[in-house]
């Protein structure tokens, strides 16, 4: 989740959260987001790179917001949801689209939304939603 | 080589209103004003969609189509009349999420719903003066209306994204542009709605512009009506790209793949290069297509465009128009009174 931050720390997290950029241990080939310098699994031994994940995956764990927090009053209801991505970690998100229709198992996509105004002057922040998958039924 | 579009893809929100609901709150008869407007329903943003969100996913599909590594990129143009930032491009928002790099020059174009199509010229001159190999121009718009204005019946939003350069799918052998000072159409600053001279946003602006430029278009590379297979004009309405048409000689046939507002609305920037993309998703090799688009101030820039057999491995790479306008949810006029920020709550 996304709260009010500051200007500098919003700008350095910015291509990750814009790109969905997370890192690759080549020694096991475990991926994770956000990106990590040191895998757990191998320690010294692991050899990190930067990981481009596509994008697609599906929900494993949801919950509707209907009480939201500060700036977020216009989105009501919403739905916040844990994803497993298709390369494998999870990551939690904002749904949109039809969540009526939200279920454990549908297939969702990353697409490109306004996270959150900070008032009416302040920064624009933009990032990546999950938006459910046509034809899902 | 030729120069034209490499690539192309668009984006559509999922909401619509139609004109029977919003003619419920206004208290007007809705037939006549589908008849009077030519259109059914309109295209509405959700919440957390604008101008910059559409052409980042527009941009998506032009760059799947296109098949380059997004870095290529020099230039990128986004024309709109509702960049969310009065001061801050929206084009450097894009660029970030498209992946577009460093070694590239932005720039936010405004010219009411022509800006778009300006930035395709841009991008064309700068690829023949080989000063970038691509270039990206976007025109996307999130339009306002005051409510109980005749324009919320076709104030819609949507854009579509052209990736410029060699080896194109559709070659663009020539482009120009007619301009004029006519008041039909502003916003001055700070000011949520548009105003427009009503009946003066016809003949003296609308007709002028597309039928002038059109016909110096065609005239510049000695071609007639006959040697198109489609014609594509700006959709402010139904009826006047119809009438346009019909005034420089073109065929119902050949406008109506491209008039996709009677199914989404006007989506101002967006508005000819949608019915452009619509046109591209089925066009065959050889196919001769006339665009003409329309800003109010006001201008128009025209092209010729001839499709080329690249155009059938690569349309397949990425969602179509039609995709899109299919992929609805209707809302009532609460829900998008409330989307579209029409209720003041402080
Ligand atoms: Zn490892």
Not at chain 1, 83 to 93: D, F, P, R
Not at chain 2, 20 to 29: A, L, P, R, S, Y
Not at chain 2, 255 to 272: D, E, H
Request: include cysteine; glycine fraction near 10%; hydrophobic fraction near 35%.
């Amino acid at each position: 989740m996304v709260h009010k931050s500051s200007v500098p720390l919003h700008w350095r997290m910015q291509k990750s959260r814009y790109n969905l950029i997370g890192s690759k241990c080549v020694t096991c080939n475990t991926v994770f987001f956000p990106s990590r310098i040191l895998c757990p699994k191998c320690r010294r031994k692991g050899k990190l790179e930067s990981f481009q994940f596509s994008g697609k995956g599906e929900i494993i764990s949801y919950t509707i917001i209907k009480v939201p927090p500060e700036g977020f009053e216009k989105n009501i209801p919403y739905a916040i949801a844990v994803i497993k991505l298709e390369e494998g970690t999870n990551i939690a998100g904002h749904v949109v689209g039809d969540i009526e229709n939200i279920e454990i198992g549908k297939k969702v996509r990353a697409v490109f939304r306004k996270i959150y105004e900070d008032g009416k002057d302040g920064l624009i922040h933009y990032g990546l939603k999950w938006e459910l998958e046509e034809g899902n039924e | 080589m030729s120069v034209g579009i490499v690539g192309y893809g668009c984006y559509i929100p999922k909401f619509r209103i139609t004109v029977e609901e919003i003619t419920k709150v206004w208290g007007e008869n809705p037939e006549n004003i589908k008849k009077g407007l030519g259109i059914e329903e309109k295209s509405v943003p959700d919440i957390d969609e604008d101008t910059v969100t559409i052409s980042v996913e527009a941009g998506k599909n032009a760059l799947l189509r296109a098949g380059i590594k997004p870095e290529k990129i020099g230039a990128l143009y986004i024309g709109s009349e509702s960049h969310p930032y009065v001061v801050k491009p929206s084009g450097t928002i894009v660029a970030e999420a498209l992946q577009l790099g460093t070694d590239l020059m932005v720039a936010d174009l405004e010219f009411a719903c022509k800006a778009g199509t300006a930035g395709i010229q841009c991008c064309i001159s700068h690829v023949k003066a080989g000063q970038i190999e691509y270039g990206m121009a976007i025109g996307a718009d999130t339009s306002q209306s005051r409510p109980g204005d005749a324009l919320e019946y076709t104030a819609a939003a949507g854009g579509a994204a052209f990736v410029i350069g060699k080896d194109p799918l559709a070659e663009i052998e020539g482009t120009c542009s007619f301009t004029t000072d006519t008041p039909d159409f502003w916003r001055r600053d700070k000011q949520d709605y548009p105003r427009h001279g009503a009946r003066f946003t016809g003949k003296p602006a609308y007709f002028k512009h597309v039928v002038s430029a059109s016909t110096n278009m065609m005239k510049k590379l000695g071609l007639r009506p006959s040697d198109f297979a489609y014609v594509v004009l700006h959709m402010p309405n139904g009826k006047f790209p119809t009438r346009a048409a019909k005034v420089l000689g073109f065929s119902m046939e050949q406008l109506k793949q491209s008039l996709v507002v009677t199914r989404i609305g006007n989506c101002y920037s967006g508005s000819s290069p949608l019915g452009l993309c619509n046109v591209l998703d089925v066009a065959k090799p050889g196919d001769r297509i006339l665009m003409t688009s329309y800003g109010s101030g006001a201008g128009s820039d025209s092209f010729v465009i001839n499709v080329t057999d690249k155009i059938l491995e690569r349309r397949e790479k990425a969602k179509k128009t039609e995709y899109y306008i299919k992929r609805k949810q209707n809302i009532d006029y609460g829900r998008y009174a409330r989307i579209m920020g029409k209720l003041k709550t402080e």
